[in-house]
């Protein structure tokens, strides 16, 4: 009956865990979403995801009671998560993981947790940390097999977080391109259109005047 009792909660854990991020509109609640749940999970005092992307690399801090706090990773941190990036993704426990990065979290004051490596495309990767719990000294094996399959979850998200966050740029990219000259980089003839028929339709429903002055 406790075994049933478990993996009923485990299963409760894992569809709280997925609704949460795949309801995040953008990377940035996405995130938040991501740390929230895993603290909350694992009754954990500190959780931090790592996004590996070159000089855009950051990390995400969510410990106490304080909002979740972005900034740039520290780049120890990132060389060490891109060491191994073989593909796929691994869980461990923070004392088995890599020295750099365990004695990084050791120095923070984090000496039990949990680390979850998630590698995608294009050298891309991803790292989960949940640590200090909070009911106990250390997690046990049935926690890293839970976390296992939450970071799973978390990997899928994280690569389609990425893939929007780049369509996004492209199309802002597309759009800047369509709307200004290309050798000066100044407003065209199409900026211009839209300008004024955008004027011309609020001086309409305001019955306000509009002037043009061409210099």
Known sequence: YGSLTQRFGDLEAVHAFTSAIDGAADTEQLLDAT?????????????????SRGVESTAT???????PHRRPAPPALVEALGADAAGGMKVVSLPDSPAAIAAHYRERGVTAGMV???????????????????????????????????????????????????????????????????????????HFTIVIEDALRRARDTEARVAVLLI
């Open 35 to 51: 740390l929230h749940q895993a603290r909350r999970l694992f009754s954990a005092r500190f959780a931090e995801v790592v996004l």
């Open 61 to 67: 801090l969510s410990e106490g009671v304080t909002p």
């Open 116 to 190: 979850a490596y998630m590698y995608g495309d294009g050298g891309t990767a991803s790292m989960l940390v949940v640590g200090t719990p909070e009911r106990g000294a250390s997690f046990g094996r049935e926690d890293l097999r839970l976390f296992e399959t939450l970071a799973r979850q978390a990997k899928v998200a994280f690569e389609r977080g990425r893939l929007v966050d780049r369509l996004r740029r492209e199309m802002g990219q597309k759009e800047h391109q369509a709307l200004h000259d290309a050798l000066t980089g100044l407003p065209n003839r199409l």
